[in-house]
């Protein structure tokens, strides 16, 4: 068993800092859906926000890293103009076109939109503090927002495991 | 467990002073003005072979190194304008949601390939 060292960031890009960006979304999204006035009693509501403002900055800081080190680290590897780089080896198969015309086209820009949205969140529920609890249009918002940015980084995620599958980096 | 409907709920909260939107409103509509600069630039990239190569800001990443490193400037630049023009203020929390998904729903279609590359010149 046995990883190369491009095969490493491969793994750190899509595995390490991805599931990193899975957990705090689930934590982050279950802290959101709780905070709500009679769930929690004043001692719930200050331990909860405290974990909602870990989750949620744990997740904007994997997004930020996850598409950084995709464009800079993973990414020039993959369109390098070397016959056995993964873009030129896709394209070279009109069966396998798609994965870069489509695939890769897609994945490589809207996933920087769910940093943006990550990260708004987290700066909300620490801007707010255990008073967002007051502002529940706010909270339902934060959720909805929070769903969003996971929802794109699910689809960059999910078209970069096929594209690795077709033509991985090596 | 702190959950539990037994125990004594929220009354208030022991920050609870109300604050005011503006600052969430700047973050918000900034994280939506990035994603609609990324759609704006990966469009126009398409559509020109001129604005492709002034976004290779880096030889081996390619013209998305322009593309990501202005969407993230202007996400930032739009975030300390905005937070300083609504500092103190109360802007309709539905209005600015309603833009930022506005706004992040515009750069989502101009970042579509099936979008942007119908704009591509012929070859």
């Given at each position: 068993?046995?990883?190369?060292?491009?095969?490493?960031?491969a793994v750190?890009h899509?595995?390490?800092?991805g599931a990193?960006?899975?957990?705090a979304f689930?934590?982050?999204?279950?802290?959101?859906?709780?905070l709500?006035p009679?769930?929690l009693?004043e001692?719930g509501?200050?331990?909860?926000t405290?974990?909602?403002?870990?989750?949620?900055?744990v997740m904007a800081i994997a997004a930020?890293a996850?598409?950084?080190?995709?464009?800079?680290?993973v990414y020039?590897?993959?369109?390098?103009?070397a016959a056995?780089s993964?873009?030129?080896?896709l394209l070279?198969?009109?069966?396998?076109a798609d994965?870069h015309e489509?695939?890769?086209?897609?994945?490589?820009?809207?996933?920087?939109i769910?940093p943006l949205?990550a990260?708004?969140v987290?700066?909300?529920?620490?801007y707010y503090g255990?008073s967002?609890?007051?502002n529940?249009?706010?909270?339902r918002?934060?959720?909805?927002f929070?769903?969003?940015s996971f929802?794109?980084?699910g689809?960059?995620?999910?078209?970069?495991?096929f594209?690795t599958k077709?033509a991985?980096?090596? | 467990m702190?959950?539990?409907?037994s125990m004594?709920?929220?009354?208030m909260?022991v920050?609870?002073?109300?604050k005011p939107?503006?600052?969430?409103a700047?973050?918000f509509?900034?994280?939506g003005v990035?994603?609609l600069?990324?759609?704006?630039?990966t469009?126009l990239?398409?559509?020109s072979?001129?604005?492709?190569?002034?976004?290779e800001?880096?030889t081996a990443?390619?013209?998305?190194?322009?593309?990501t490193?202005i969407?993230v400037i202007?996400?930032?630049v739009a975030?300390?304008?905005?937070?300083?023009?609504?500092?103190?203020?109360n802007?309709?929390?539905?209005?600015?949601?309603?833009?930022?998904?506005?706004?992040?729903?515009?750069g989502?279609?101009?970042t579509?390939?099936t979008?942007?590359?119908?704009l591509?010149?012929?070859?």
């Amino acid at each position: 068993m046995h990883l190369t060292y491009r095969e490493w960031w491969a793994v750190v890009h899509g595995m390490g800092l991805g599931a990193l960006f899975l957990l705090a979304f689930a934590g982050g999204l279950a802290g959101l859906y709780s905070l709500r006035p009679g769930l929690l009693s004043e001692r719930g509501v200050v331990e909860r926000t405290r974990r909602l403002q870990i989750g949620t900055w744990v997740m904007a800081i994997a997004a930020w890293a996850t598409v950084i080190t995709g464009t800079w680290v993973v990414y020039p590897w993959y369109r390098s103009t070397a016959a056995d780089s993964p873009k030129s080896l896709l394209l070279a198969n009109p069966s396998t076109a798609d994965w870069h015309e489509f695939g890769m086209e897609w994945k490589e820009h809207i996933a920087w939109i769910a940093p943006l949205l990550a990260t708004a969140v987290a700066f909300t529920v620490t801007y707010y503090g255990t008073s967002l609890i007051k502002n529940q249009g706010v909270r339902r918002a934060l959720m909805a927002f929070f769903t969003a940015s996971f929802l794109i980084a699910g689809v960059a995620g999910a078209l970069g495991a096929f594209i690795t599958k077709a033509a991985p980096v090596h | 467990m702190e959950e539990s409907s037994s125990m004594q709920p929220a009354s208030m909260p022991v920050t609870g002073v109300d604050k005011p939107f503006g600052p969430v409103a700047a973050v918000f509509l900034a994280a939506g003005v990035g994603a609609l600069v990324l759609g704006i630039l990966t469009t126009l990239a398409e559509a020109s072979e001129g604005v492709k190569s002034w976004l290779e800001w880096s030889t081996a990443v390619g013209p998305l190194s322009g593309k990501t490193i202005i969407a993230v400037i202007a996400f930032v630049v739009a975030w300390v304008v905005l937070g300083i023009a609504l500092r103190g203020r109360n802007p309709k929390p539905s209005i600015v949601f309603t833009w930022t998904a506005v706004l992040v729903a515009v750069g989502l279609v101009l970042t579509f390939p099936t979008f942007f590359q119908a704009l591509a010149p012929e070859e």
